[in-house]
């Protein structure tokens, strides 16, 4: 990907393959990359920048805009005054590797500190550079980077911030309707619609308003008509600019995305207001992947892309379904097809069924936009890829309950995960929560939960929204006890349920597995664009500097545990003694410091000290296709896999 630093965050994962055909990238988008470099002298200058909603969207997009662009004020507001307080404390509200570095920086600033410019023995040792370091090297290899000021603010003053920005990012939730018309399919457009009439209210004449939630094709139209209802004569242009973030991997999707797509009106004010916004995003991402099309394009755009990767996954879930009866393997399977060009490997993992905030939601706003104009076929179609998701993770849960004879009375069951995903707190439609929704029907004696993400705390609290009317956890009387380490959560069980596929749970070493980590470890020195001896003068970009703190924090130790090798961090905020993040990190070690130091190995469970303390037989019911069954069968642990 030519203009980012070299080996930088996430780097491992990072593709420069283009998602679409490579023509794509080389004629119409050159053009487009072209007409907003033009359009660029006439934009007016962007210096403020207000995101409404502290969400999963809303911080993180707005941490990176902020450490990208040290010139510009980022705020973040939200009335959520809990979710502002940890936005505003070391304890953030959502977990994302990398997430913490972010907002570490552009939130609280930096000090000044230098650095060696050159691969050498001493920067295999964690922390800044001293002035012992120094006498040993020639002055041309050290670089000083100056302090940094910071830019990024979380706040409730919703009002008063949306009326000081050039550009407000509108990033709340619009979930499905769940009662009244299009209910179960229907985007739920009432938080963003009454954020539209608050925009309306207190933006500034001329402010560029930016949909970064997902929302129906032509909501444009609607916040178009609410800021002529509210601001009449006042020109206001709207843009859509969606997200495509992947839970567990979004700071990586932010900083190195496949492409950043910008809808605007199709007039020299909207082409103005598109290269207003473009110009943000190039302060790290490539202009050929900066596309524009019409706001609806754009709009629609979010919808299908979710739709598509959803379709993948429940394609080849059905087909692991006829595995399990034909003695076919899955994973053999989808290596043969993801290896036709045609198709590719991607989204071809069979498991327990998609979750998340977005796939269905956005496949069933799709359904409702078929319906509604009169295409039934269409709306059948994409309504099959939720049916065939809900019949994996049902038909996951009976192939537990069967092999434990049809009855769970007297037995422990432990679930290994409990987001819908790896390397995210994210619990959202969670398949896990409706698997031990139908285990609860049993009476087991026990059902643990472990999520090395997850916030205990949060758990409970969902799962006694989430089941209404039941006592379900512990303390309330049910079976339900959220764990905060993993081996006392498997201790006694009768069965183990991988339902998340963290690499924490893999018994196989992370080269078996496909995790490569060359890419962490190779130091990306000398910085600099010509990749030469840097002096004094020579500032590299943050990009570059977040790559070196990444490739030192993968050369220093688990024992070691430096969380800022470059001695860059200020101090974070203090907590006072009634923070109830401190108190569940004084009473059960839990914390949520895993936000930093994504280059560091995770810890793998302890397998064989779990299969000793398991009840027999001992189950282990792998729903995502993660571990080594030869090696588990030898440690006398009965494997269950979907697709085997």
């Known amino acids: 990907m030519s203009g980012l630093g070299p080996n930088g965050l ?17 004629s119409s988008h050159m053009e487009e990359a072209a007409v907003l470099d033009n359009l660029e002298d006439t934009t007016r200058p ?58 570490r920086i552009a939130r609280d600033g930096s000090r000044p500190f230098r650095f060696i410019n050159e691969p050498t023995d001493l ?53 499905t309707k769940v009662t009244g018309v299009g209910a179960g399919r229907a985007t739920d457009m009432a938080y963003f619609e009454a954020i539209a009439g608050m925009v309306a209210m207190y933006a500034r004449e001329g402010a560029i308003i930016v949909e970064k939630s997902t929302v ?51 007039t020299s004010s909207g082409h103005l207001a598109c290269a207003a916004l473009a110009q943000v995003y190039s302060a790290w991402v490539p202009r050929s992947r900066i596309l524009t099309t019409n706001v609806y394009s754009s709009e629609l755009a979010k919808l299908v892309a979710n739709s598509m990767l959803a379709q993948r996954i429940s394609s080849i879930n059905s087909i692991s379904a006829i595995c399990e009866k034909t003695g076919a393997n899955v994973d053999e399977v989808a290596d043969s097809i993801g290896s036709d060009p045609r198709i590719g490997d991607k989204f071809l993992k069979a498991g327990i069924g998609f979750g998340g905030s977005c796939f269905k939601k956005d496949i069933m706003s799709l ?29 996951f849960a009976k192939r537990v309950i069967a092999c434990l004879n049809n ?125 030469g001896a840097a002096t004094e003068t020579d500032i590299p970009t943050e990009m570059e500097i977040l790559a070196l703190h990444n490739y030192l924090l993968g050369a220093s130790s688990a024992a070691e545990r430096v969380d800022d090798p470059l001695g860059r961090y200020v101090p974070e905020p203090t907590c006072d003694m009634t923070c109830p993040d401190c108190g569940l990190i004084r009473t059960s070690g839990y914390s949520t410091a895993g936000n930093s130091g994504e280059g560091r190995p995770k810890t793998r469970l302890d397998w064989p000290n779990i299969a000793r303390h398991m009840n027999k037989p001992k189950w282990l019911f792998d729903g995502k296709g993660i571990v080594n069954v030869e090696e588990m069968k030898q440690l006398g642990i009965r494997v269950e896999s979907i697709g085997r």
């Open 10 to 26: 996430f780097a491992d994962d990072f593709s420069s393959a283009p998602t679409t055909p490579s023509e794509s990238l080389s």
């Open 407 to 531: 009855t769970l009375s007297g037995k422990k069951v432990t679930l290994l995960g409990y987001a819908f995903k790896a390397n995210t707190s994210d619990t959202r439609e969670s398949p896990a929560l409706e698997i031990i929704k139908m285990l609860l029907v049993e009476g087991p004696k026990e059902i643990a939960i472990y999520d090395p993400c997850c916030n205990p705390r949060v758990v409970k609290a969902e799962i006694r929204t989430l089941i209404p009317g039941e006592k379900a956890l512990k303390e309330d009387g049910g079976p339900v006890v959220v764990y905060s380490g993993a081996d006392k959560a498997c201790a006694s069980s009768h069965a183990v349920l991988i339902t998340t596929e963290f690499d924490e749970f893999r018994n196989t070493s992370a080269e078996a597995s496909g995790t490569k980590r060359d890419s962490l470890n190779s130091d990306p020195r000398p910085l600099g664009q010509d990749l």
């Open 46 to 103: 962007v210096k403020n920048i207000c995101c409404v909603g502290a969400g999963y969207v809303g911080g993180p997009t707005a941490a990176v805009m902020a450490y990208m662009n040290p010139h510009l004020r980022v705020t973040v507001v939200d009335k959520n005054a809990e979710r502002i307080r940890r936005w505003n404390s070391q304890h953030l509200p959502i977990y994302e590797p990398g997430l913490g570095d972010i907002v």
């Open 123 to 175: 920067n295999r040792r964690p922390g800044p550079l001293t002035p012992s370091d120094s006498s040993l090297l020639q002055p041309e290899a050290q670089v000083t980077v100056p302090a940094r000021p910071p830019n990024l603010i979380f706040s409730i003053q919703v009002g008063k911030f949306i009326g000081e920005a050039d550009i407000v990012l509108i990033a709340v939730n619009t979930p």
């Open 216 to 266: 129906p094709c032509r909501t444009a139209d609607m916040v178009r008509k609410t800021m002529a209802i509210h601001r009449p004569g006042v020109d206001f242009e709207i843009l859509s600019n969606p997200e495509f973030l992947a839970a567990g991997t979004a700071m990586k999707d932010l900083m190195y995305p496949d492409r950043v797509l910008i809808g605007c009106s199709p």
């Open 367 to 395: 359904v409702y936009l078929a319906e509604s104009f009169g295409l039934d076929e269409v709306s059948k179609y994409w309504r099959q890829v939720v049916v065939m998701n809900e019949y994996q993770r049902d038909r």
